[in-house]
């Protein structure tokens, strides 16, 4: 029976979360530079530690109503496939280990208006419903 660590976070009123072998670290929303001609969901780059971090608004990238950002407001930094990448969340819920078996596969949130490329399933713990969203997918976007 495999367990799989989640970082839980709200985007409104759902919750969603990532593998945790993705995460770097959660930060506080910082000063971010606009960068020109990028798409409507790059909010722009941050300099973390040094380091230009691209950042998405997970918000906008998942096509939902976006909002201001409020003092619960993070950005998730996370790696994949080396790029590093900070997506803007509302709030962090907390960490939770699933086991795979609580897994639902994603076609029940498949539509033909929604895509499911960035969806892993939905996962069910202790009376929630937290959808996974894939690492790999939302990173190869943000390259794009």
Known sequence: MSIRKIVAFRL???????DIQHVQS?????HITRVPNAPIYVEGVMNLR????PIVDLRR?????????????RVIITESDDLVIGFIVDQISDVIDIQEEFIEGTEAISTSEISSNFFDGIAKTAGRLVILLKMEELAKTAKN
């Open 12 to 18: 409104g009123e759902e919750e969603y979360g990532l």
């Open 26 to 30: 959660i930060e506080k929303i910082q």
């Open 50 to 53: 040094g380091n230009v971090t």
């Open 61 to 73: 990238k998942l096509q939902l109503d976006s909002l201001g950002h409020s003092e619960n407001t």
